[in-house]
């Protein structure tokens, strides 16, 4: 597993980006499998650096796998901000009006659609999220 660890600060974004696609580069990944995992980690990182009442020097540990057994790329973001689990998060009413809707919950929904597969934990002081997406070419 090949891991960044950033400030949890939003200008870090890119840097995280790119240390993935240096990894997906060497993977079946297609442009729309990129698409996805870009998606998801900007969603996770940027709700993680607004939300998790991180200290000033909070960190962000990011770490990626490429699983060629499972053709799949596996990514797992710690913090050790306040415990969040978004899985527990009501999906929102993707169907209602939008005068309807409450606000909150879309990027969480996204990020589940986005990947094959999420789980949460806290363990230890850290909240931990990994998220899979499997490859096609």
Known sequence: MKTVKVPAELE???????????????????????????????????????????????????????????????IQFEDEGRPFNPLKSRDPDVMADLSDRVPGGLGIYMLKSLMDKVEYEYVEGMN?????????N
């Open 12 to 74: 870090e974004l890119e840097n995280v980006r790119e240390f993935a696609d240096r990894i997906l580069t060497d993977t079946i990944a297609s442009d729309e499998d990129q698409m996805a995992i870009e998606l998801a980690i900007e969603e996770v990182f940027v709700n993680i650096v607004k939300y998790a009442g991180l200290p000033k020097t909070g960190q962000i540990m990011v770490s990626y796998e490429h699983d060629s057994n499972e053709e799949a790329i596996v």
């Open 128 to 136: 931990r999220l990994v998220i899979w997406k499997k490859l096609s």
